[in-house]
Each structure stands twice: as C-alpha cells, then as structure tokens.
C-alpha cells in the first residue's frame, strides 16, 4: 500500500510524512515509501553523465579521425605555411569550426525537436552511413 | 594581428565546412542524442584539434600519419553508429528517449 502510493509526487509524499511523525517509531514501513522515490533521482544523474561522457568521446574521436588530413585541415595548413602566422590562421579557422559546429548542433537539436524519435533516430542513422559512404568515397579516390 | 589573414581563413574554413561531413555528423548526433552539449564539445574540440595539428605542423601531418587509415578507422566508426541507430532500433538504449 505504501509502495503504491509513492510515486503520487513529492507533496503527497511529504503529507504522509507529516502525519507519520508524530506517530510511534514502529511504524518502519514509511522510510521505504520516502526512499523510493529519491532512488530514480539519485540513480539517473551519474548514469547520464555517463552517457554524456561517452556521447563526447564518440563525437570527439570519429570526427578527429575523419578530419585528419581533411581538405579543411590541408587548407589551413597551406594557409599557415604561406602566412608565416599559424595562431592567426589557427584563431581564425577555430572560430569558423567552432560556428559550424554549433550550427550543426542547433540545427540538429531544432529538427529532431518537430520529429518523431522514431524518424529522428532513423534519418540520423542514414546520415551517419552516408558520412560513413562519403568517407570511404574519399579513401579510394585519393591515391 | 593581422586581420585580413584572421577573416580569409575564417571565410575559407567556415566554407569548406559548411555542409561538410563533420557538420553533419554533428546534426546526425544531435538529434538522436540528449545530450546536444556533450556532440558540440566533442565536435568543436575535435575539429580545434585537427586545425591546430595543420597550422603547427604544416605538412608533416600527412606525413608523419597513416590519414587513410584513420580514415577508414573514422569510416567504420561511423558505420557502426549508423547500423546501431537503423538495425538495433528496437533496443532501448541509454539515451533514447521513449525508452517506457
């Protein structure tokens, strides 16, 4: 009975609280009813961070690779070689990089906001095999 | 600080990348993600890295790392991401929403 009331929402929960307390310490039975709706809470904070984690490590490590060696990268290089000013040519290609990708972010997070997850999650893996494609396009036809 | 080479190279790389396979890569990421900050730190950090490794190194980057190789290694990666999103849909996994 205690475990079916205690996903009411906290102000029921504080309410059987209240009316607990000025009763004996015998009755046990409402520290679990308080408890278990604190355990989601407390459970789901780590557990995203985690995935951030992992959501930044992924991100971090297929984009690095496949922007090694990159037109982007060879056009900055040339630049700095030319200039004789790589941090001017750095600061500048950054600040671009850093606007594209946060382009690239809103514009995800704006569409996958009207979508369905479904379709969310289905376009997004088409990208990703066509980015996947467009990689493998690049392997070969460098020499 | 020279600015007209701060904005060529501005204007050149915001260009090239404009549409580019790592802008969309983060569109792709994003989206499916709930975490949209953790894809723009590892996208931005990612491409920051490249572009620094180019303006110090100059041309020894192509030399001095086997690029198709990390390549394909990126290549592959992307395929997996891709086959987990359109084969195992069905999954719940970590950061999906309608997980019940």
Redesign the interface.
């Known amino acids: 009975m205690k475990l079916d009331s205690a996903p009411l929402g906290i102000s029921g929960i504080s309410q059987t609280e209240i009316e607990l307390q000025p009763k004996d310490s015998t009755d046990f039975n409402s520290t679990p009813a308080i408890a278990l709706p604190l355990q989601p809470v407390v459970a789901d904070s780590p ?2 961070q985690q ?27 040339l ?3 030319e ?1 004789h ?25 704006w ?2 906001g009207r979508l369905s ?2 379709t ?17 396009w ?2 070969f036809t ?1 020499h | ?2 600015w007209h ?10 260009l ?3 549409g ?40 020894a ?2 030399e001095l ?1 086997p ?2 190789l ?10 997996i ?6 084969l195992f ?1 069905n999954e719940p996994s ?5 997980t019940p």
């Open positions: 557990q995203k995935s951030a984690l992992i959501v930044f490590g992924t991100t971090f490590v297929t984009i690095f690779l496949a922007e090694i060696g990159d037109k982007t990268q060879l056009s900055t290089l630049m700095s070689a200039s000013s790589p941090w001017v040519v750095f600061i500048g290609s950054a600040a671009a990089l850093i606007t594209t990708s946060l382009l690239g972010v809103l514009l995800g997070s569409i996958a997850p479904k969310v999650e289905k376009s997004a893996g088409v990208m990703l095999l066509v980015i996947s494609l467009m990689l493998f690049d392997i460098s | 600080m020279d080479l701060l904005g060529l190279s501005f204007i050149t790389v915001f090239s990348e404009l580019d396979k790592s802008q969309l890569a983060a569109i792709a990421l994003s989206g499916r993600s709930n975490s949209p900050r953790a894809v723009f730190f590892g996208a931005a950090g990612a491409l920051l890295l490249t572009s620094l490794l180019g303006a110090l190194a100059g041309g980057v192509a790392l690029t198709r990390l390549k394909a290694i990126a290549a592959v990666g992307f395929a991401l891709a086959a987990r999103l359109l849909n970590a950061d999906s929403e309608q």
